[in-house]
């Protein structure tokens, strides 16, 4: 009996779905990835049985995985053979900080800075994959959509800037961290953490192994803010890390690897 891939529900640009979209490329995971629009996403979760609405989910059969972290652990459980986990001593502490401080500080400089002026930039990324049946919800929700993120994410006037402050103490933390010359946050090995602080810092970091991240039209301000902080040691380390090992899977090997609709053409 042929088994049935596991789907990744995600916002595409999303880069905590970014996180769970590589724990799974990096343990080998097979999985078809969807798109759900915003406002869409809410009532679909509850119909699948998740007990939040947030994205990343993964839809494995009967079972309901949620969000980045849950993901990441589950990928670690269903990796075939001797594959090395991505979970070492310390590892979920540094994970655990990106989370809290840095995503969610880059999710709400992100919105405050494109939501109030330039919806219509963010609008295609998150439809991104999304089904002609949902993507026609999704625009009808759309106008709601949009004011229920900025209520969600406190996006005042003060916003862009209270983010920015508390984003560059983690990244005055994370230059700290890398100023002994290390490749991986850990040491020398790759793991969880890594995974988390370049998937969260990748928009920002404008890394060009994700064209969507790359390649998003950011507006003067938060363009601005990107250019002061490109060549800080941490934004130089995630354009590494994902050079070296976005497309390489847990035993080494170039991976092809599907990216929001986009497929790398790495040598499989």
């Known amino acids: 009996m042929t088994q049935t891939k596991a789907k990744l529900i995600t916002f595409c640009i999303s880069h905590y ?24 996403h809410m009532m679909l979760s509850k119909h699948h049985g998740a007990e939040a609405t947030t994205l990343p989910i993964v839809l494995d059969g009967a079972q309901v995985i ?30 655990r900080r990106a989370d809290d401080a840095i995503g ?65 103490r983690e990244l005055d933390w994370l230059d700290g961290k890398l100023a002994d010359g290390r490749h991986y946050l850990m ?29 998003f039209p950011a507006p003067k301000a938060l363009a601005g803010i990107l250019a002061t902080w490109h060549e800080r040691p941490v934004m130089k380390w995630v354009r590494k890390i994902y050079e070296t090992e976005r497309f390489t899977n847990a035993n080494g090997r170039r991976s092809r690897a599907k990216l929001g609709g986009q497929v790398s053409m790495e040598a499989a």
């Open 104 to 168: 969610v500080n880059v999710r709400r400089l992100f919105y405050a800075e494109t939501l109030p002026t330039v919806p219509e930039r963010v609008k295609p990324e998150l439809f991104r994959d999304a089904s002609t049946r949902h993507r026609i919800v999704g625009d009808m929700m759309w106008p709601i959509t949009r004011r229920m993120m900025m209520r969600k994410y406190d996006i005042t006037s003060s916003a862009a800037a209270e983010s920015r402050a508390k984003l560059e």
């Open 66 to 95: 949620q969000d980045s972290k849950t993901i990441m652990d589950w990928a670690d459980d269903h990796v075939q053979g001797d594959t090395a986990s991505l979970t070492l001593p310390g590892s979920r502490d540094i994970e």
């Open 17 to 40: 779905c970014e996180k769970a979209r590589w724990a799974l490329d990096r343990q080998g995971i097979d999985y078809e990835e969807i798109g759900w629009p915003p406002g869409v």
């Open 187 to 215: 040491g020398d090995r790759f793991s969880r953490a890594d995974i988390t602080v370049a998937s969260l810092l990748a928009l920002f970091s404008r890394t060009e192994q994700i064209p969507y991240f790359h390649n």
